[in-house]
């Protein structure tokens, strides 16, 4: 076993495991919950949270001050406390099977939603603790009893980890039916959460190889930053770089550290080899822009040198636009001018921004145009009168995909349609958001199309709309079509076009 940096930390990870993998058990059996919302827009998708988040239920269940818990807490942890106290109380029978079937026997026919037998799960526990397999090889010779274990089964299993440790059950697993993957997941997070790197290798000894291939995605995409060290002995140990990339995604400077690593020579040769050929490694080390712009030119593999840049750049820009602040709702909330993203995200890629600053500065401008349209043309105010007009319209027909029709209107507005270029244009942009919004918005889009005011945008709203309904609605779309005024656009309908 490594040694732990301090008796503290090992509790406090350990017990965030079990209240996680309590919090979890909570929400066992549940019905699944409604899907969210459709979001209008960036900032309606910013606004969606849970009531209350696993943060505060787990902060709560790990409170020495139980005075403080919320009822459903409080509730929670009751239970758990009972749990224990039966577990601690309760003689190990001499026969399990008999035992349980009797438990199980007893509560035939009550509601489901009927209280957790902690007897139960007692005697599940201490069966599991005697024998990891034999309840699971039990219940798989009845399909009634497959069924019925899990309720009970869950909250035992959860305890003998905590009680007898991370590997205590990976004899069940090929065993658990549909708890294996319930039983992998307990475990690999109980491993992670303490970066245990003796008990993960220990994992390997127990289980089938393509057991082990599933745990250790599932401990990989958990482990803990500060053993990243670790993680990488035993990355080296299995010559298999992508161990490591779960983690870097997760954070920024392991992230940085792969760099350093892509250089480190005294990494053993088949290993350094195998981490410099893999594509998930590569493809880490091109997206940071930390890295040399030289070497990320290298590790993206396009030939084309300007596609190449031009990739790196949109990528920089859009993990910059979000990390490590949220800078579009800061410029939509008047928090941060134009410029002062430009500037922020000049200053994270600055290889790029001093060999692309056009490029960059369209690229900023895009994002912002969704947030703001009208202050994101402050971007764009060294640019002569048409290109500025061009660079917009570029962005209503490219982006706005997923934004409310109130920004796609604001950007439109910004650019006249005094020219047959510019109306052409317009046309487009409204024929594309039209389709997008028609088939996102519903009813929603048709209502705010109508009640636009008089003018082009209105009727081109309608125009485009027909033609996005046509193979759905016949019957509204010759309504829409009988609304358009505008002449040219009436010659249109009349072409059919």
Known sequence: MIPRS?????????????????????????????PPPTASSKASQRSIAPERSVDEILGELTSPDKKKLTPEAKKLQ???????????????????????????????????????????????????????????????????RVLAIPEHATVAIQ??????????????????????????NLTATQIAMTGDLAAFKSMKEKVNPQLWQNIRQLTVGQWPVEKKDDLLKMAIEENSPAMLTPLARRDPETAAWLTGLASDTSLPEDFRKA???DRGIRQLLYENPQTSLEDRLTYIDTPDQKI??????????MRLMSAPQDLGF??????????????????????????????????????????????????????????????????????????????????LQQVPSDTPELWEQRLDAWNLRSFTNSNRLNEDFLAWVRNLPPGLDREMGLYSLARAVQLTDLKLAAQLRSEVTDPQLQKRIADHR
Request: no cysteine; proline share 8%.
């Open 275 to 277: 981490f410099l050929a």
């Open 78 to 144: 009751d239970f758990r406390d009972s749990v224990k106290a039966a577990i601690r109380d309760m003689t190990p029978p001499a026969d399990f099977a008999a035992a349980v079937e009797e438990e199980l026997a007893a509560r035939k026919g009550l509601p489901p939603d009927a209280p957790r037998s902690t007897k139960l799960i007692a005697l599940m526990y201490h069966w599991m603790v005697a024998d990891p397999a034999a309840l699971f090889k039990w219940a798989a010779q009845d399909p009634a």
């Open 159 to 184: 305890e003998v980890l905590q009680d007898h440790g991370a590997t205590a059950l990976l004899p069940a697993i090929g065993f658990g039916g549909p708890l294996n993957n319930y039983i992998m």
């Open 330 to 411: 800061a410029f939509r909330r008047g928090e941060i001018t134009a410029e002062e993203v430009y500037q922020s995200i000049a200053a994270g890629t600055p290889e790029l921004a001093s060999a692309s600053p056009e490029t960059l500065r369209s690229l900023v401008f895009q994002n912002l145009a969704e947030e703001d349209p009208a202050k994101a043309m402050a971007l764009l105010k060294d640019l002569p009168e048409s290109e500025q007009h061009q660079t917009m319209l570029t962005a209503a027909r490219t982006f706005f995909n997923d934004v409310e029709p109130d920004h796609f209107l604001a950007a």
């Open 308 to 317: 190449a840049t031009d990739r790196l750049l949109r990528g920089d820009v």
């Open 6 to 34: 301090s008796l503290s930390l090992t509790i406090a990870t350990h017990t965030l495991a079990v209240a996680g993998g309590w919090l979890l058990l909570s929400q066992f059996n549940k019905p699944p919950a409604p």
